[in-house]
């Protein structure tokens, strides 16, 4: 089975306060959560609430929060892309101790 690396999509924001001229062309990449409900849909939201992210809702199945990195299998990673909330084959990589992953002489080759 294919593990994947998947980190969540990301979107530049500058600061929230205009005060300072100085740091207006400051953008920090801020993640975005990625929350998977019962039915097999995907739902993408910026700053969710605990009760948008609650588990034991029975709506929510599975939740990866924004900025994180998480190992997901090859269906986990179709699903996502075809989700329709901004997943793309770049949040992919081959997942630590597989072929692929690292360097040269590192990771899953030759290390």
Not at 10 to 24: H, I, K, N, Q, Y
Not at 33 to 53: N, S
């Amino acid at each position: 089975m294919t593990t994947w690396l998947f980190r969540t999509p990301t979107v530049d924001e500058g600061p929230a306060s205009w005060e300072d001229m100085l740091f207006l062309r400051v953008e920090l990449a801020r993640g975005i959560t990625i929350i998977g409900d019962a039915q097999g849909g995907y739902t993408a939201l910026r700053y969710p609430t605990q009760d948008e992210i609650a588990l034991n809702d029975s709506s929510v199945v599975v939740v990866y929060m924004g900025g994180h990195e998480y190992i997901v299998s090859g269906a986990a990673k179709a699903a996502l892309i075809a989700g329709g909330v901004g997943v793309s084959d770049s949040n992919f990589t081959p997942a630590p101790g597989t072929f692929g992953y690292g360097g040269f002489g590192s990771g899953g080759y030759g290390g």
